[in-house]
Structures are given as structure tokens and as C-alpha cells.
Nanobody
Framework: QLVESGGGLVQAGESLRLSCSLS????????IGWFRQAPGKEREGVAA????????YYADSVKGRFTISSEDNKRMVYLQMNSLRPEDTAVYYC?????????????????????????WGQGTQVTVSS
């Protein structure tokens, strides 16, 4: 089960930290992705982390502003979002996909494909006002 929290309403330039609780998942066996969906738009991947080696990846739109990390003995994954912009307004989701044994075939592009992920949280709303 994945449960997101930490969303809210902030002003442009401010920060938020989203949390994703990985209940029932062994972090080292999975890739964890953060996705977002704005009204009227398709869901897009913004950050991903391979549990196998801790490598993280970012969409160009958030690179340098967002950071994905894990803590609490790998039972929590966070998305630290700094310098937020109105265009970051969306519902944010965390998702997991089994990756153990697939490290040689999973590409960066795969990590940002929502169809590849098996389990999803319910989402948390982030609203950035200008």
C-alpha cells in the first residue's frame, strides 16, 4: 500500500515536502516514481529512484528544484520540492514497480512511463499560487 501526504497550498517560490509510505514493499526490489497530473493534462513522471542502487532521475521541468530521497529505513520516500511555480500545481502520486532482476533492461525512459508501474497511491494535491 502506498500513501502520499504533504500536499497543500503554497505561494510561488516556496517549498513543500511530499511523503510516500511504502507499506508492504521491500524498497531494494522496486523502483519508486513520483508522477503528477494537472487539470486537463496527462499524468507525467517528475522523479524516480531505483531501490536497487539508489540512483535518482528527474524530468527536465523539475531538475534542480525537486529531490527524491528515502529515509526511515527505506520505508518512506520523499519528494522535496523547492522554488515551486504555478505550473507545478497538480495532484502528485507515488508509484512502485518491481525492478529486481530487470536493472539491465530498465531505461530512464521506462522509469517515467506510468504504464510500467504496478501500484499507486491515492494522490495528494499541490497548489502553487502566483
Amino acid at each position: 500500500q502506498l500513501v502520499e501526504s504533504g500536499g497543500g497550498l503554497v505561494q510561488a517560490g516556496e517549498s513543500l515536502r511530499l511523503s510516500c509510505s511504502l507499506s508492504g514493499f521491500t524498497f531494494d526490489d522496486y523502483a519508486i516514481g513520483w508522477f503528477r497530473q494537472a487539470p486537463g493534462k496527462e499524468r507525467e513522471g517528475v522523479a524516480a529512484m531505483k531501490g536497487t542502487d539508489g540512483t535518482s532521475y528527474y524530468a527536465d521541468s523539475v531538475k534542480g528544484r525537486f529531490t527524491i530521497s528515502s529515509e526511515d529505513n527505506k520505508r518512506m520516500v520523499y519528494l522535496q520540492m523547492n522554488s515551486l511555480r504555478p505550473e507545478d500545481t497538480a495532484v502528485y502520486y507515488c508509484a512502485t514497480a518491481a525492478i529486481v532482476g530487470l536493472e539491465g533492461v530498465v531505461t530512464v525512459a521506462t522509469l517515467f512511463e506510468e504504464d510500467w508501474y504496478d501500484f499507486w497511491g491515492q494522490g495528494t494535491q499541490v497548489t502553487v499560487s502566483s
